[in-house]
Structures are given as C-alpha cells and as structure tokens.
C-alpha cells in the first residue's frame, strides 16, 4: 500500500464520537450478552435479533462508505463495534467477514454494478457476505489451493472444497478465492476472487463441528461444477490475492478487536470475583499470586490494544505500515486475550470450568484467534520477513 499525504493520527483516547458508539453499541449488546449465544448455539439457530438490533442502527456497516449506504466511517469504528460486542460476551465472527473482508474488497475492487447489488446490503447490515479461502490440503499455503474456475459459456465454473468456512447458515453470498490459471515457472495458482450465492446449484455444505461456542458455525464447503456469471468475477482474473490482501488488514483489526473485548470482559469478571470471594481470611485478590497475574494480562492487553487503535489509523488513513500493525495487533490481541481468559479461570477455582460462569465457553473462542484466521507462527513469519528482512523460510 502506497503513503498518502494524510498524516495518520494516533488518537491515545478515544474520541467523543467514538465513546458514543461504544456507549451505544454497548447498550444494545447487554441486552443479549452470552446468555443469548447460548440459546442459539443450543437451538442451532444464528443470531438474527442481534444482528437486525445492530443493523438498525447502522452499525454494521460503520466503515462502508455512505455512498453505498454505510456510515463512510473507517476500521476505527467498526473495530469499536467489534470490541463493545466481545466485551459483552456476544462476540459476531460475521462482523469480522462481512463488513470487514467483504465490504472492505468490495469497495476498493467491486464494479459499480457488484457495489449496488452487494456492498449497500453490506453498508445497510441486511446482507452477508462469508469468505471461503481455507482447503483441507492446501492449508496456510493459499497459493497451493485447488478449487478451480474454469472459463465456460462467457462465464466461471467452480469445483473444489473449502474448509473452516464461518457463518455460511447466515450469509446470502460467499467471496470465494479459485485458481484460474498457474504461474508455469513457479508452480504456484493465479488467483481469482468471486462471489457466489449461498444457495447456487452444485454447491453443498456440511457443518464443521467446532469446539467455540460462537453463534456462526463452520462449514465444509463443495463446488461440484458451480456456474458464476462473468460479473461474479471480483477485480481482475488471476487478480484474486491483490483483491484479498485489501480484505485482510480489516480482518486481522477485527480478530485483535473482538479478543480484546473478551480479553477485557474476562479480566473484569475476574477482578470482580476475586475482590468478593474469600476463603481464608481475606479477599483472593489480596494474594499476589491471584493479583500479579491478573495484573500482567491487563498489561499485555493494553498493549494489544494500543498496537490495534494504530493499526486502525493506519488503516484508515491508507499509511504505509498498516499491514505490519495490523498483524502485530492480532498476534498481541490474541495471547493477550488467552492470558486473560486463562488467568480468569485460574481465578475463579473450580468456578472457572462451571458452565454458568462463562469463562469455560469464552476459553476455545480466544484460543481459536491464535490459529485463525492467520495463525500466530504466519504472523512471526511475516514480521520476520517483512519486519526484519529475514530470509523466507517456506
Ligand atoms: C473457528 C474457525 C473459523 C474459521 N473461519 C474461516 C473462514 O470463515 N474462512 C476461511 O477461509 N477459513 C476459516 N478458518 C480457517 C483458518 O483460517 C485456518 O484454520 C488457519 O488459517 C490455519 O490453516 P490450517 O488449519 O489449514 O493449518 P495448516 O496450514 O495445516 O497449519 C498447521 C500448523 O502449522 C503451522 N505452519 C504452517 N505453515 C507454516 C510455516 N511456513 N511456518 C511455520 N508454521 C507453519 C501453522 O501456523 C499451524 O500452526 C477458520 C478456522 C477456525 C478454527
């Protein structure tokens, strides 16, 4: 990404219309918080009320830009949304995919004609969009990955199989990265991005059974011959991963956003229980063996927390460096959130693995964010190459 002659500002507090968001946005999710995700997860139902209630207000589409009916606001907003959601333990893996990846691709990639059909949903909150880039064999490696567009009838045929995908039981469409051609002298797939409807024929899906009790499921996905008009195809032909990369900044801002909201929201549960239960004489926060690690999370987060409001600027503002920040931040966001999630556990004894603190159901949310949707040795990898200038090791 090139320099701009803005200069991006690092706000260290947030800004008077950014507390109102969270206030807002706050508001409205302490009215669901995780008793509600459980209630869906138990009921296999997704979480509609939350989504519409959050729609309503337009804070789904916080950074689509207002021509396309979002609020024309940035990844700073929409990250503060993120935030105030994993706070009140009713985290929307969705809101990372959709207005994140997809509404950001969109923008910067969509024909006029995709924007109008797709991205003013995204802006409005009553469209979905799920991204599926992960394959069984292909892994990390998205330049290995094997699901095929081939060029048919003026058109695409896709055929291949996605993994991990999230949120498909909610989405209206998929952003789908397909190989449409091979570098002859590297080896590796020209990448081609489309969008393809949930409900295509030839496309079929299976549920993923996941440990996370998030409200969106994983699914595997199947392409058996799945025609796509031309103007699904997203940018340019053998453009996809160019297009993605724009989609993957907001993503890794939205995982760090939605850890650090639950990183918060365990630390003050903790805190709390550890200032009223006493056993021995005193409060078990009087113990620094409870205090100090309590303490050490919240520093980690704090950090993480700085390094994603950077990211956001960077963003935001289209600086250099935003790619770097944004992968620190999700790599900082996401131990930092375990820590705090473990150390809460820790905290509340026995308490911790009972059901109906939470804190058991909010363990495999964070720890997934070590692993997705890039995982922290990728991230080192990145930073080292990238970073440091080390020698790529794969
Ligand atoms: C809950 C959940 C939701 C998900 N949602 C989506 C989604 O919506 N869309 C989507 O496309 N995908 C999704 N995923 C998939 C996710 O992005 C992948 O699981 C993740 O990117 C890791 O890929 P993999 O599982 O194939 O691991 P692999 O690539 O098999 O890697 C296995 C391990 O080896 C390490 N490794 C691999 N290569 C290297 C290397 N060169 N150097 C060092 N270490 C390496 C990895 O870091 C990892 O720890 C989701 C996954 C989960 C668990």
């Known amino acids: 990404m090139s320099a701009t002659l803005d200069t991006p500002t690092l706000a260290l507090v947030p800004s008077h219309e950014e507390t109102m968001l969270r206030e807002a946005v706050a508001g409205?999710?302490?009215?669901?918080g995780p008793a509600y995700i459980r209630d869906r997860v138990a009921a296999g139902e997704p979480p509609t009320e939350l989504w519409d209630a959050l729609a309503q207000h337009g804070y789904l589409g916080v950074n689509v830009p207002e021509d396309y009916e979002g609020g024309g606001r940035g990844m700073t907003e929409l990250a503060a949304v993120g935030e105030e959601l994993g706070r009140a333990g009713c985290p929307l893996l969705l809101l990372v995919v959709s207005p994140a990846i997809a509404g950001s691709v969109l923008a910067r990639h969509g024909t006029p004609d995709q924007k109008d059909r797709w991205l003013r949903g995204i802006g409005r909150g009553d469209l979905r969009v799920a991204f599926a880039v992960t394959e069984p064999d292909a892994g990390t490696n998205t330049h290995n990955l094997q699901?095929?567009?081939?060029?048919?009838?003026g058109g695409y045929v896709?055929?291949?199989t996605k993994t991990f995908i999230s949120?498909?039981?909610?989405?209206h469409a998929l952003l789908v990265v397909a190989r449409t051609g091979e570098n002859r002298q590297s080896g590796r797939g020209l990448l081609s991005l489309f969008i393809v409807d949930v409900d295509a024929a030839g496309l079929e899906r299976q549920p993923v059974p996941t440990a996370p009790r998030n409200a969106d499921q994983q699914w595997q996905l199947f392409f058996d011959d799945v025609a796509v008009d031309a103007d699904r195809l997203i940018g340019v032909e053998?453009?996809?991963l160019a297009a993605v990369f724009d989609g993957l900044n907001p993503e890794r801002i939205m995982t760090a956003a939605l850890a650090i909201g639950a990183g918060r929201r365990a630390l003050a549960q903790a805190a709390d229980y550890a200032r009223e239960r006493t056993v021995w004489n005193a409060p078990i926060g009087t113990h620094q063996g409870i205090s100090h690690p309590l303490a050490e999370a919240k520093i980690e987060l704090e950090l993480a927390a700085l390094m994603m409001r950077k990211a956001c600027a960077l963003y935001d503002a289209g600086a250099?460096?935003?790619?770097e920040a944004s992968n620190m931040a999700k790599f900082a966001a996401a131990d930092a959130a375990v820590h705090c999630v473990d150390r809460a556990i820790q905290t509340h004894g026995g308490n911790g693995l009972a059901l109906e603190y939470g804190l058991a159901d909010m363990w495999w949310g964070?720890?997934?964010?070590?692993?997705?949707p890039v995982s922290r040795e990728m991230v080192l990898n990145y930073v080292a190459e990238?970073?440091?200038?080390?020698?790529r090791s794969y």
């Not at 949120?167 to 989405?171: F, P, Q, R, S, Y």
């Not at 964070?366 to 997705?372: D, F, G, Q, S």
């Not at 990238?386 to 020698?391: Q, R, T, V």
């Open 386 to 391: 990238h970073s440091l200038g080390l020698p």
């Open 147 to 153: 699901t095929v567009a081939r060029r048919d009838n």
């Open 320 to 323: 250099r460096g935003a790619g």
């Open 167 to 171: 949120g498909v039981e909610d989405a």
């Open 238 to 240: 053998h453009g996809g």
């Open 158 to 160: 896709l055929r291949g």
């Open 366 to 372: 964070v720890r997934t964010m070590k692993i997705a």
């Open 28 to 32: 409205i999710a302490a009215g669901f």
